[in-house]
């Protein structure tokens, strides 16, 4: 149901594969269905009936009476005139929970419909230190996503591997840190002492090219995190701004 998803390539490039294959699938299966409904109708004699109550409510003078045969034949005039058919047509997916009378009544009335867009990640490097992301296993998560461009929007990676004319992935990166406000931003980053290793916005944005930086705890344990995620907010969009007007 998700719109995006991520992939680990481990198991090899089949991962991929059958990913986008399942997305296909599902476009494939999700069809629709047209819902037509007419209604026609003469309106009955009590109706009538009331209109001319209602008719005479709104006048003071007087209406003279008729004979019942006038008034069937006027009857049968009137409802010549305001008989009306109405043609409404609409269509929505064949399993949509609409397509239930009492669907509103469900408990997960909240959830929305699966979508038919839908895009993957690919994990191809990671920030900390030792990792067993090589450089080949690197090389082969891109061939995987240029295999699939319609479905693979792009990486979790330390860097931006768009390197040919056709590439246009996203590059997702973790391991973003900034130093304390009050110190320089150039000042080194250390790890978390359990090989985690940071880099700035700045860095991270501007000399590596990746497009979005991923923040965990620099934000979670911050005083004011609110306030420090517009910090890095800030940053990353100032390196971005930099980088594209080089």
């Known amino acids: 149901w998700s719109h995006i998803s991520n992939v680990n390539m481990v198991p090899g490039a089949a991962a991929v594969d059958a990913l986008a294959d399942a997305a296909v699938r599902w476009r494939e299966r ?8 007419i209604s026609a109708g003469t309106p009955r004699a009590e109706s009538l009936d009331s209109d001319d109550e209602q008719d005479s409510d709104e006048t003071s003078t007087p209406v003279p009476e008729v004979d019942e045969a006038e008034r069937a034949a006027h009857a049968g005039r009137k409802a010549s005139i305001v008989s009306i058919t109405t043609v409404s047509q609409h269509f929505e997916p064949a399993n949509s929970p609409r397509s239930y009378e009492h669907f509103e009544d469900e408990a997960l009335q ?7 867009e839908r895009g993957l990640l690919i994990l191809a490097q990671m ?24 479905y693979v929007m792009g990486f979790i990676s330390q860097e931006s591997l768009n390197t ?6 996203i590059s997702m990166t973790p391991g973003c840190q900034l130093p304390p406000e009050a110190e320089d931003e150039d000042t080194e980053v250390l790890g978390d002492g ?10 991270i944005i501007g000399v590596m090219g990746n497009d979005i930086v991923i923040v965990g705890r620099g934000i979670i344990k911050a005083g004011d995190p609110a306030k420090e995620a517009e910090r890095y907010r800030r940053k990353a969009w100032e390196a971005y701004k930099e980088r594209i007007t080089l």
Do not use: L, W
């Not at 909240?110 to 038919?116: K, L, Q, T």
């Not at 359990?194 to 860095?203: E, I, R, S």
């Open 110 to 116: 909240g959830i929305e419909e699966a979508p038919m």
């Open 127 to 150: 920030s900390s230190k030792g990792n067993f992301m090589t450089r080949e296993y690197t090389d082969a998560c891109v061939e995987a996503a240029r295999k699939h461009k319609d």
């Open 30 to 37: 999700k069809r629709y269905e047209v819902k037509t409904d």
């Open 164 to 169: 040919e004319p056709g590439d246009q992935f």
């Open 194 to 203: 359990k090989g985690q290793q940071y880099n700035t916005p700045g860095k």
